[in-house]
C-alpha cells in the first residue's frame, strides 16, 4: 500500500539543498590558484620512515623550494634547494624539482602524493 509523504515541502525541498550542498563540498576540486600551495608540507604518514622522499618540504611564493631530509640513521640533516610549479589540467599536479605530485583535497587540505600504493604523501601543515 502506498502512503503519500505528510512532511511539509520546505522541508523536503531544504533537505535536498542541505543534501546537495554537502555533496558538492566533498567532491571540490582542488585549487588552481598557484598561492594555495604555498606553505609547508610534511612526509606523512609520520611513523614511516621517508627514504629517498624529503622529510619536509617548503614551496615559497617565489617559485622556489626547499626539500629538508632527516636521516633517522645518522641524524643527519641535508636541505636542497630547487624549483616548484603547478599544472593545471583536467587534474591538478604540483612539479617539486624532477618529481611530480598530484593534488588531492581542497585548498584548506592539501595533500602531494607521492605513492598510491604505499600511500605516501606531503600534507600542507601552514
Known sequence: MYRACTWPRSLVAAAFVAAALVLAA?????????????????????NTNPEDFASFVILKRDGTAVEVRFAQATGKITSTNTRWRLYASTSETVSIG?????VEGSPSDIKLGINDDTDFY?????
Not at 26 to 46: H, I, K, L, Q, W
Not at 98 to 102: N, V
Not at 122 to 126: F, G
Request: with cysteine; net charge neutral.
Open 98 to 102: 624532477s618529481f611530480a605530485h598530484p
Open 122 to 126: 606531503y600534507e600542507k601543515v601552514r
Open 26 to 46: 566533498c567532491g571540490a576540486p582542488p585549487s588552481t590558484n598557484r598561492d594555495d600551495y604555498v606553505g609547508e608540507y610534511v612526509f606523512m604518514p609520520r
